[in-house]
């Protein structure tokens, strides 16, 4: 893993689209199953960049690490609005919470820096309270969709993220809302999700 310390406020991590589909089966849009052994390659292949350089790069894929929070039969849904920064995803529900991945100072490699990222990107969209605990982050596969701008330069590691109860609460008001959905009850919004999560319902969860 390759990181430039400069400008770490605009770096996100990285992997060259060629080496991404020689380490995974191509799907040009849909769930692609995955293991640690291709999470800790991908990590390994990974390169720091400049944010403004890949945004319109379809060379280079994005690593976003994407978790659904989930509690019991229940899902904790956002809805992201306009004071969120990607404006191509305003107004969408989303079954996951996820970002770009920083440079870091700590030792920590492979699965277990994507693992960390995620968990850095989880407590910054929320706040656990009331004893609610996570009890376990399971890796379900890769998310892509090359059918649209904004899914041809990331791609979506999806995780579950189970927690003890439903006290969470969103951290940043201002820039989405959030509730708790029963999974049974999740078709009636499909058409209000944005692509990934449509990915994760069609996939995963039916």
Request: hydrophobic share 35%; proline share 3%; aromatic share 10%.
């Amino acid at each position: 893993m390759c990181i430039n310390r400069t400008a770490l406020e605009e770096s996100v991590f990285a992997i060259p689209t060629d080496k991404l589909w020689k380490l995974l089966t191509y799907k040009e849009m849909g769930l692609i199953k995955g293991s640690g052994d291709v999470l800790n390659r991908i990590v390994q292949h990974g390169l720091f960049r400049k944010r403004s350089e890949l945004e319109q790069d379809p060379s280079f894929k994005q690593i976003i690490p994407y978790a659904m929070i989930s509690n019991k039969e229940s899902l904790y849904v956002f809805r992201r609005i306009s004071g969120q920064t990607e404006k191509r995803l305003h107004n969408k529900l989303h079954l996951g919470v996820g970002g770009h991945m920083n440079p870091v100072s700590s030792k920590e490699t492979g699965e277990q820096y994507l693992v960390n990222e995620l968990k850095r990107e989880f407590f910054e969209e929320v706040k656990l309270f009331n004893g609610c605990l996570i009890e376990d982050i399971e890796f379900i596969g890769f998310i892509n969709d090359d059918s649209i701008p904004v899914g041809r330069v990331h791609i979506g590691l999806l995780y579950n993220i189970r927690i003890t109860n439903k006290n969470v609460v969103i951290n940043e008001t201002d820039k989405m809302s959030a509730e708790w959905i029963d999974k049974r009850d999740l078709p009636e919004y499909y058409e209000e999700m944005e692509t990934w999560s449509k990915i994760a319902m069609d996939f995963y969860l039916k």
